[in-house]
């Protein structure tokens, strides 16, 4: 199918060795929300444990000083790979936590500038301003500034979506306009698996003045993405989705904005000086990771980073790109199963969402977890998505490296035995 090696990759992965449900080979279709871990990453995990752990940046022994060196070169990694300098990658716990960090930049700027303190004014909201999201974000990049505009006054537009899950883009200039201070929007949807042109709205973001914030969560696992090239100011990810642990997630900002934003959570770590009434705070990164730092996820995402580099973000872009193509064929041809989202494999992901006639998709997925085939039901943390095309959920499959046709194709029978079991003709 492509230059990826499927069933070398397989055995690099413990857990897709086992069987579920009746001892059913395990089929796992459900990387948008989570992937699976090689044993390179475990492993990296825990030797740090068994060798080198010590809370980084405290203390001045050798424990402390590898694990502060372990942690520093795993933020060199990420770095390195979306093309950003160390000090522009901020550790979180997750993107979620990350977008909440850029949203919070908003809100206490302008708690901030109501007492008079010093604050960057593009950070600072009142009614009359805009912030801008779309209709097909995932509820991590919708309810955090949702939260704002309640907060500050300020109002909340969004780019609505066409019929077939792209962004409406003709009245772009009527949404970014003078009153916008953010656009934070999407790269890959999570539901719809649609490839928004985010370079281009962060220059219109940019044209009026406003801040720009990507969700890179579902791009940055499956394609070569410098983030430098996305336009943001910031952009948020996740470690979990691209073959890292758990508890740990990125943002990466320009120096400028780094510097400007005002930080979230503050304490230990993150302070240059601390008197009885007053602190000042270090320089970013440092300055929005307070306590003590997640090293053995941020070891864990290094060793993520490296087995994603041997294989080539470009080869796996478009192993992906196959499956893609194969999946909306195949799906596309089973009688009363409709796609929701682009039904043709161009500026789109593998992320696919379909609704079977007559079936629930929380049906749908229990019949296809007796066959032992993973898939995500619900309405992914994207309800007002779901609104937008008249559904309550979809049945969504997402396919990552360690995936082939056959996966496909026994998806495929999954669905037809679905129609089979609950008598929906097909």
């Known amino acids: 199918m492509t230059g990826i090696d499927v069933a070398r990759i397989r055995s690099d992965f413990p857990i897709l060795k086992r069987t579920v449900r009746d001892d059913k080979p395990l089929i796992y279709l459900d990387n948008a929300a989570t992937s699976q871990k090689p044993v390179e990453v475990l492993d990296a995990e825990r030797t740090f444990y068994e060798t080198s752990n ?14 502060t060196e372990a942690y520093e070169l795993a933020r060199a990694q990420v770095a390195g790979f979306v093309g950003a300098d160390a000090s522009n990658i901020v550790f979180t716990k997750n993107a979620t936590e990350s977008l909440n960090l850029a949203a919070y930049a908003f809100s206490n700027a302008t708690a901030l500038s109501r007492w008079g303190t010093p604050v960057d004014p593009r950070f600072v909201l009142q009614p009359g301003d805009s912030v801008v999201v779309t209709e097909m974000e995932h509820h991590a990049n919708l309810v955090p500034w949702q939260e704002v505009c309640a907060k500050t006054g300020a109002s909340l537009r969004w780019v609505p979506l066409t ?53 890179a969560c579902q791009s940055i696992p499956h394609l070569p993405v410098d983030v430098s090239a996305l336009g943001a100011d910031l952009v948020a990810w996740s470690g979990h989705k691209m073959l890292g642990p758990t508890g740990i997630g990125l943002l990466y900002g320009t120096a400028e904005i780094l510097d400007a934003m005002p930080p979230f959570l503050t304490g230990g ?108 039901v619900g309405h992914h943390c994207a309800w007002p998505t779901c609104r937008r095309f008249g559904v309550p959920a979809t049945t969504r499959i997402s396919p990552y490296i360690y995936n082939d046709l056959n996966d496909i194709d026994a998806l495929v029978e999954g669905i037809v035995e679905a129609q089979r079991f609950f008598k929906v003709a097909s």
């Open 54 to 67: 010590a809370a980084a940046h405290r203390g001045a022994h050798q424990l402390a000083e590898e694990a």
């Open 163 to 215: 019929d077939n899950g792209r962004l409406e883009l003709a009245g772009l200039d009527g949404i970014i306009d003078a009153s916008t201070k953010v656009v934070s929007v999407v790269h890959q949807s999570n539901i719809l698996g649609t490839i928004n042109p985010v370079a281009e709205i962060m220059a219109k973001a940019h044209a009026v003045g406003a801040v720009g914030v990507v969700d």
């Open 269 to 376: 770590s993150m302070i240059a000086t601390v008197e009885m009434d007053r602190s000042t705070y270090a320089a970013a990164p440092q300055k929005f990771e307070a306590g003590v730092p997640m090293v053995a996820q941020a070891v864990g995402l290094g060793a993520a980073v490296n087995y994603l580099e041997r294989l080539g973000m470009a080869q796996v872009a478009a192993h992906e790109q196959a499956l893609t193509a194969y999946s909306l064929m195949a799906i596309g041809k089973i009688p009363g199963v409709r796609i929701i989202g682009p039904p043709e494999a161009v500026d789109r992901g593998s992320a696919i969402s379909f609704v079977v006639a007559g079936i629930h998709p929380h049906d749908v997925g229990q019949v296809l977890d007796n066959m032992g085939i993973a898939v995500r």
